[in-house]
């Protein structure tokens, strides 16, 4: 059965406590408590794939930060993390290896892991970057004007969502589960790329024409319910973005903006979240996992 989320707020919490807060005092010969032990799965959004620093003990291939939310919410909380979140990966990579060199990202987890959070999906069927790709090329096709893409891609793309997505997340939450069964998994969802309408203004950063911007919104909001909905029929947690980034797309400016643009952004890592977005997700994690 699901986890309800206030029992997943009291474990959590028990480890957390049972890890890093502060015990009474014991005999020299004690055994010092075992850690929180925190493992993060994902792809680029969970990387924060080349919001610098990098990793120094992560593949360079992967684009791994260190300040992406998982290791904002490892240090937080205190816990033990092993991050193998790597860019481009896709549920695929659970059980094998995306690069030379990287290995499948189950083999992090262990019995003894507790929190597993998951951010896995989005590149299945090649989604998120074929909607990007698409829509962008029947923005500047048709000057901004209309609704070329959705016209185009609906059908195909709600297919992959539907058809693709949503049974590889449930079977990849499923391996998560027997590989750390005492584990809680947390599946994120994704912060706003764009937003709810078009803004001329932000033509010129990412050239989505006029009725394509509530589309990709759409197909966003569609991923993510269905990150939810798999997280109910696995016995997972959903973490959702959707509130806390509202207002914060690609098209705010650089001071509000969790979302780089395509064009004229501050990051090399485009449509994918800076540093304040991974910070804004990580609150999220701490938060609707009770550690926050």
């Known amino acids: 059965m699901p986890r309800s989320r206030p029992a997943v707020v009291v ?16 005999p020299a010969a004690a055994e010092e408590p075992d850690l929180f032990e925190y493992v993060a799965l994902g792809d680029s959004f969970s990387a924060g794939s080349v919001v610098f620093p990098l990793a120094p003990d992560a593949p360079l291939a992967c684009g791994q930060s260190t300040r992406n939310y998982p290791h904002l919410v490892a240090a ?12 481009g990966a896709q549920t695929a990579h659970l059980s094998r290896a995306q690069y030379r060199g990287v290995p499948p990202q189950l083999d992090a987890l262990t019995a003894d892991t507790d929190l597993v959070t998951f951010g896995l999906g989005g ?14 090329a029947a923005g500047i096709a048709s000057l901004g004007f209309g609704n070329p893409c959705e016209r185009a891609q609906r059908v195909r793309l709600e297919r992959i969502v539907d058809e693709v997505v949503y049974p590889n997340v449930v079977a990849g939450l499923e391996l998560v589960h027997q590989a750390a069964p005492h584990a809680v998994v947390a599946i994120v969802g994704s912060p706003w790329v764009v937003p709810e309408s078009f803004k001329a203004s ?19 909001a569609r ?7 798999a997280a109910e029929a696995t016995g ?51 938060t609707q996992l009770g550690l926050g």
């Open 11 to 26: 474990v959590l919490a028990c480890l957390v406590l049972a890890g890093v807060g502060p015990a009474a005092p014991a």
């Open 76 to 87: 937080a909380t205190g816990a033990e993390l092993t991050d193998v979140t790597c860019g």
């Open 123 to 136: 590149n299945d069927g090649n989604f998120f970057g074929g909607t990007i790709a698409a829509c962008g």
């Open 202 to 220: 932000c033509y010129l950063k990412a050239p989505l024409a006029r009725g394509d911007v509530p589309f990709v919104r759409e197909m966003q």
């Open 223 to 229: 991923v993510n319910d269905v990150f939810e909905r």
């Open 236 to 286: 997972s947690v959903y973490v959702d973005f959707e509130a806390a980034s509202d207002g914060h797309d690609m098209c705010q400016p650089a001071s509000v903006r969790w979302i780089e643009p395509l064009l004229g952004g501050t990051n090399p890592a485009v449509l994918h979240p800076n540093a304040r977005g991974e910070a804004g997700m990580a609150v999220q994690v701490l």
